[in-house]
């Protein structure tokens, strides 16, 4: 064998080994401790990683719980026991979260909203905004074809038999696919106890709205006369609801108003991921929350 060889092997030789060496000493200097019950926590979270919670991922929401910036009730995917078990293995209070639903802000199904045009194209939503806004005269109108239920993964949305998306609230996570998938913006999330929504989008009034969709907001202000004081106003031709005064809102502001755009969503009841009959008495239809 050549010196020349051998000074190359003795040389690449002595590199490896000081390679070795800096990069035993820089894994040493610069290892960082993790906490083996994160990935306890994490095993034991439901691993959608929908963001519901506000955390970004599973994992980032057991790192959370264990730092105790998050309590264990803020997973809203989890069960009460999934709960309790992620509680009773941190040992600390299980807390409480106010669920929240996605709600549509529009009632004007395929019964209800004037078409002004039939779209022939991809069966998106996405799509069918592209090409003119879509096929509907109100241009805040669901076009119905199922963006939102496509998006949801937990299966908490279906396409009702006038073309609206029904959310069913104890499926559904709060976790805004929805709200993303909507071209039209008519999905928003809610905390669950606020009962009086208007399902109406459009700036329109008076006639000009009735024109367009028999479940649009005309404007006429009954429902901000018949609601507690100061809990709705009219503004740009649309009733507006303050949530701050939640605690004042009851079905009365419904009772008037003549398109049924303002509805009280108490009572609505489900089977098998279809509605069932709406409670006796009720004259606003569970499609439309």
């Known amino acids: 064998m050549s010196s020349t060889v051998v000074t190359s092997v003795v040389v690449l030789g002595s590199l490896s080994l000081l390679f070795g060496v800096l990069i035993a000493v820089a894994t040493k200097k610069l290892w960082v401790w993790e906490d083996p019950r994160i990935d306890d926590v994490t095993a034991m979270l439901p691993g959608s990683n929908c963001g519901a919670c506000g955390q970004p991922g599973c994992r980032a929401f057991a790192e959370g719980a ?37 709600r549509l802000l529009c009632g004007g199904g395929s019964d209800l ?23 509907k005269g109100c241009s805040w109108a669901c076009l119905g074809l199922a963006d939102c239920e496509r998006s949801c993964t937990f299966d908490a949305i279906f396409m009702n038999d006038r073309d ?94 003549p398109t049924n755009a303002i509805v009280w969503v108490e009572g609505m009841q489900f089977m098998h991921g279809r509605r069932t009959a709406p409670a006796a008495g009720s004259h606003h239809e569970a499609v439309r929350a």
């Open 66 to 102: 264990i730092a105790g910036r998050v309590q264990p009730a803020q997973c809203t995917v989890m069960n009460a026991d999934g709960v309790k078990a992620v509680a009773e293995y941190l040992g600390v209070d299980a807390g409480a979260a106010n669920k929240r639903v996605a």
């Open 113 to 135: 909203a004037i078409c002004k045009a039939e779209y022939r194209g991809l069966e998106t939503c996405a799509a069918a905004a592209a090409v003119a806004g879509g096929g």
């Open 164 to 257: 609206l998306p029904v959310v069913i609230p104890s499926l559904c996570t709060a976790c805004g696919d929805c709200v993303e998938a909507c071209p039209k913006d008519l999905f928003t999330l809610m905390p669950a106890e606020q009962k009086l929504i208007v399902q109406c989008r459009s700036l329109l009034e008076g006639s000009a709205a009735d024109a367009l969709c028999a479940a649009a907001c005309n404007a006429c202000g009954r429902c901000a006369v018949d609601a507690a004081p100061g809990l709705i106003q009219m503004k740009n031709g649309l009733a507006v609801i303050d949530y701050s005064k939640n605690a004042l809102a009851d079905p009365s502001a419904t009772r008037r108003c």
